[in-house]
């Protein structure tokens, strides 16, 4: 599997040593990844959200999100297996939208030492290794969709859903619900207003709300870091101009976005193209 190009696996494959070097710049994956680390830590940017792995922690990307290793120890290892986004939405049919919403939300998992979830997932890496060493033969289609459907109701079993998630607050409910809208919508709308439209409160409660819960950033902060990221991935997993993608962000031209990219990161996006593709060469 090439892991450094949005398209990924043709179904199903299986490594046991998650290649976390590949990652090292921001990518919108076309594919999945199950990932359990057995030793060291790593950290992993979605855009918006930053999430931190350390043995027994178990993440779980679905198609279509960014991804990114910020940074990870010399002695990170973690056994990850890959879906393609055709099995996974082949897979997910009878799944209830309300689960896959909330694993794009919440994807990360902790498990403890010796307990049996850490069991149960382990389990499914080693039915995912197992299935990926069998000879290729007519059925692997079908076993891998079993496979992918059979994993994904199995973690879905394990989610309690309800009123926005037993045992969270109000403010923590309409803080998950903004960061999956500003996830959806952050390509067409800019404004921090549309955002709280949408939650239907008021954008100085929604200010109240992300600073509390994020050390103090504003909406506009978020909306932005995602925006960053989401720009980062198409210069370096496409061939699209900066104009082009400009267009696609929703950016007046891309003069504006080009200062609104090197305002957030120091380069503009034509050295920051110039640093992946250099970094891939080597």
């Not at 992993?44 to 910020?70: C, D, N, W």
């Not at 990870?72 to 082949?90: G, I, K, N, P, V």
């Not at 989610?159 to 999956?180: D, P, V, W, Y």
């Amino acid at each position: 599997m090439q892991s450094n190009t949005t398209t990924g696996p043709t179904a199903l494959s299986y490594t046991e040593r998650f290649p976390a070097e590949t990652y090292l710049y921001p990518a919108s994956l076309g594919y999945g990844i199950n990932i359990i680390c057995t030793l060291g830590k790593a950290e992993i940017s979605t855009g918006i959200k930053r999430y931190r792995l350390a043995p027994g922690t178990q993440f779980l990307l679905l198609p279509g999100e960014v991804f990114h290793i910020t940074d990870y120890t010399d002695d990170f290892r973690a056994r990850a297996f890959f879906f393609s986004e055709d099995l996974f939405h082949e897979a997910a049919v009878p799944i209830e939208s309300e689960y896959i919403h909330y694993l794009h939300d919440e994807p990360l998992f902790v498990h403890t030492a010796d307990s049996r979830t850490l069991r149960n997932a382990e389990q499914w890496l080693d039915m995912a290794h197992m299935l990926c060493e069998e000879k290729s033969d007519a059925y692997d289609r079908l076993a891998h969709h079993n496979f992918i459907q059979g994993f994904l109701i199995s973690i879905c079993r394990s989610i309690t859903l309800g009123n926005g998630n037993a045992g969270s607050t109000r403010k923590e409910q309409l803080f998950r619900h903004f960061i999956s809208l500003v996830r959806g919508y952050c390509r067409e709308h800019h404004d921090a207003g549309f955002y709280a439209d949408k939650l239907c409160i008021s954008l100085r409660h929604l200010r109240t709300i992300t600073g509390d819960l994020t050390s103090g950033k504003s909406p506009k902060q978020l909306i932005d870091e995602q925006l960053v990221a989401e720009i980062k991935a198409l210069l370096h997993t496409s061939d699209l101009s900066v104009t082009e993608i400009a267009y696609r962000m929703n950016f007046p031209d891309q003069s504006y976005l080009s200062r609104f990219f090197k305002r957030h990161t120091g380069v503009s996006p034509y050295n920051y193209r110039a640093m992946c593709r250099n970094r891939q060469q080597r």
